[in-house]
């Protein structure tokens, strides 16, 4: 079945304590993109990826790192969390971008809660 | 600035027809979509309109862009009860590359 799988679904934690949110498709898509959805803000994106060693900063960068090694996974690093990023992200990812009218595929979401 | 605009909350009945509106701010955008978010899930591409089309109908759900207000709408028709969720317009963002950009959300609550 054609996914994007996220892990955790759930997570707390603490501030300054790294954690890493995994992201994975099965679909050969070279596009992967992170977001980050808060009340009344709609869904915000974070970073993106146009292929394996290609990524690029989103409109919310600040906080965040992400590595493209292999182009089915696309983790998501927060090196030292703040309760400012407690929120709910998703991963997405489509077959290429820049086509116009393609799909984004999402995952089902993490819901990260910093203390 | 890539503000696109909707109203947060819409709630109808069984059987009426749904309209949410959207407004978006990239005149040179080439398409424009609508994604829905069912409770506990990401979000799945409903629908897409290209920018020189003015309508387009896909059994039940209906798009009508006004190129000229900017103005994109998503009409349901016989909305049911499983429709209810949260429903995203989103536009791409001209930079060279294809961005989306999208909107708050809104949430529809169907009630029997």
């Known amino acids: 079945e054609a996914q994007v799988t996220q892990n955790p679904r759930y997570l707390i934690t603490v501030t300054g304590k790294k954690l890493t949110v995994t992201c994975s498709q099965n679909?050969?898509?070279?596009?992967m993109s992170w977001y980050r959805q808060d009340p009344g803000l709609g869904l915000r994106q974070i970073y993106y990826?146009?292929?394996?060693?290609?990524?690029d900063k989103g409109d919310v960068p600040e906080g965040y790192k992400v590595s493209r090694k292999e182009k089915r996974n696309f983790p998501l690093i927060l090196e030292s969390p703040s309760p400012n990023q407690t929120s709910l992200y998703f991963c997405a990812s489509s077959l290429s971008p820049g086509q116009g009218g393609e799909k984004l595929f999402f995952g089902s979401g993490t819901q990260l809660s910093v203390l | 600035g890539e503000d696109v605009e909707q109203s947060l909350f819409l709630s109808v009945r069984e059987g009426d027809s749904s309209v949410i509106n959207c407004t978006y701010t990239d005149s040179s955008s080439t398409y424009l979509y609508w994604y829905k978010q069912e409770p506990g899930a990401g979000l799945q591409l409903l629908t897409y309109i290209f920018s020189n089309m003015d309508m387009k109908q896909d059994q039940r759900l209906t798009v009508l862009l006004n190129k000229k207000d900017k103005h994109l709408s998503l009409r349901i028709a016989d909305t049911q009860t499983g429709d209810s969720a949260i429903y995203f317009c989103?536009?791409?963002?001209?930079?060279?590359?294809?961005?989306?950009?999208f909107g708050t959300g809104t949430r529809l609550l169907v009630s029997p």
């Open positions: 989103a536009e791409n963002w001209s930079t060279g590359f294809q961005k989306l950009v």
């Open positions: 990826s146009m292929n394996v060693e290609v990524t």
């Open positions: 679909m050969n898509h070279e596009y």
